[in-house]
């Protein structure tokens, strides 16, 4: 049996579902920037790229009265474990043998697995594989082992006419087939940038990733769910609680929240928890969300205010005008004052604010 058949064999028998070997040759995307896989590792000779399948049966909670929830994008849950898991089976196949394979997280492996034979690109620039649609978590190493290759060109796609994935995004960033513009995206936005007071409804409920463009693809419907998943889930619940999320602590924040999610950080986390309590506009969130507004962060402050001023209200109004009252941010205090205007249909500025608007 050549090295090929005995890894595909390995891979398949340990719980991973898909794997291809291309070269080393280095990647040329579409924005210009080089990635060379011998400038990570000299000596690899094959580039070797595997996925998981992360479609499970794991059901999501609605918001009731009182009990907000926020929700994540696709495979959240198993992002962090299914690249573990996938670097254990891969490593310990080239170990055995006396060979090396060294995981490579600069690999754009998105273009890795379209080069490698097992995934085409779809027009919201995620790939797909047929049968399991874009439910995929692909990890690509550098291994000095001579491994047969196959080289697909990375342009390779198999959409169609099919625009629903673009047609699907509220934001315009998929408004070019396979371009996607990163300060138009929700997904990107959810990691900390910023986000523009009027485009803030369309992050919806979303803690981090969205799911507009994979739930409308074609290619997502009618997927079997995976049987067996060879690692715990990563995090309690694919729709956490929001209000605990705002008053707790950053160790309540690890406790309930996936390890991938944390990794864009606290302070970003709770911006998002303040912008999915607007959006939901439950008036229970109203006491967390004026809690908010005494955070060290200045963005928690700012997204507080600002769901305030959605949600509405007396206690919203009192609240937004006491932290305007103390507020040295200016941008902090900019988002204040659109808030309490927010309120006023006519415009006017409320009668118990006596400090000049900010220009």
């Not at 994008?73 to 060294?102: C, D, K, N, Y």
């Amino acid at each position: 049996m050549s090295l090929n058949r005995e890894l595909g064999a390995y891979i398949h028998a340990h719980d991973v579902d898909f794997v291809g070997v291309t070269t080393v040759a280095p990647f040329l995307l579409a924005n210009g920037d080089r990635v060379d896989p011998k400038a990570i590792m000299p000596e690899a000779r094959s580039l070797v790229v595997t996925g998981f399948y992360t479609f499970t049966n794991e059901s999501r909670k609605p918001s009731e009265p009182g009990i907000p929830r926020g929700r994540f994008g696709p495979w959240t849950r198993l992002s962090m474990p299914a690249i573990q898991h996938q670097a254990r089976v891969v490593t310990a196949f080239f170990s055995e043998r006396g060979l090396m394979a060294r995981a490579a997280p600069k690999i754009p492996a998105k273009a890795a697995a379209v080069r490698a034979g097992w995934a085409r690109y779809g027009k919201n620039s995620i790939v797909h594989v047929r049968g399991f649609g874009s439910y995929v978590k692909i990890n690509a190493f550098l291994t000095n082992a001579d491994l047969e290759t196959v080289e697909i060109p990375i342009e390779s796609s198999d959409c169609g006419d099919c625009t629903a994935c673009m047609d699907a995004c509220p934001t315009g960033a998929l408004k070019t087939p396979y371009h996607l513009d990163r300060t138009k995206c929700v997904c990107a936005w959810l990691w900390g940038k910023p986000i523009a007071a009027g485009m803030r409804k369309c992050v919806g409920n979303h803690l981090h990733r969205c799911s507009f463009c994979q739930d409308a693809c074609p290619l997502n419907r009618s997927l079997t769910p995976r049987e067996r998943v060879p690692f715990d889930l990563d995090g309690p619940s694919a729709s956490p609680e929001l209000i605990p999320l705002m008053l707790g602590d950053d160790d309540l924040l690890r406790r309930s929240l996936p390890g991938f999610v944390m990794q864009a950080g606290a302070d970003t986390i709770r911006r998002n928890v303040a912008i999915a309590l607007g959006n939901i506009g439950d008036p229970a969130s109203v006491p967390p969300l004026v809690a908010g507004l005494q955070s060290p962060a200045g963005q928690v402050r700012s997204h507080s205010a600002w769901a305030l001023g959605v949600i509405g209200g007396r206690e919203s109004t009192q609240a937004l005008s006491q932290a305007l009252s103390r507020e040295q941010d200016p941008e902090v205090r900019g988002e204040i004052w659109a808030a309490l205007f927010a309120r006023d249909e006519r415009g006017r500025t409320p009668p118990f604010l006596t400090q000049e608007r900010p220009s």
